[in-house]
Nanobody, 123 residues
Framework: QVQLVESGGGLVQAGGSLRLSCAASGRTFSSYTMGWFRQAPGQEREFVTAIAWSGGTYYADSVAARFTISRDNAKNTVYLQMNSLRPEDTAVYYC?????????????????WGQGTQVTVSS
């Protein structure tokens, strides 16, 4: 069983930065693939980025040059550094955990989800 708690969301102007954190419970955190998804009003939840247990990272094209995912296994925490934010990045951001080798791009590749944190980027 894994519990995930996101933090760090808020309101920021376009061009600004935010860092999201996702604290996980459980002794096997280091073996999980950790992902970030986002969902804007009226839209489907979409993949943002993921990091494997090995440290390998994957990004959606829309964020690849601006966002950075990282993990600290000693703290059971995964981070999402978001730079050069745009109004279209406005969404609820969700942290997710899935088994190694899962389909990290799709929501069904993850078995555990946080409650989400709101990110609002003003123009």
């Amino acid at each position: 069983q894994v519990q995930l708690v996101e933090s760090g969301g808020g309101l920021v102007q376009a061009g600004g930065s935010l860092r999201l954190s996702c604290a996980a419970s459980g002794r096997t955190f280091s073996s999980y693939t950790m992902g970030w998804f986002r969902q804007a009003p009226g839209q489907e939840r979409e993949f943002v980025t993921a990091i494997a247990w090995s440290g390998g990272t994957y990004y959606a094209d829309s964020v690849a040059a601006r966002f950075t995912i990282s993990r600290d296994n000693a703290k059971n925490t995964v981070y999402l550094q978001m730079n050069s934010l745009r109004p279209e990045d406005t969404a609820v951001y969700y942290c997710a955990a899935g088994p190694p080798g899962s389909d990290y791009v799709h929501h069904y590749g993850y078995g555990y989800w946080g409650q989400g944190t709101q990110v609002t980027v003003s123009s």
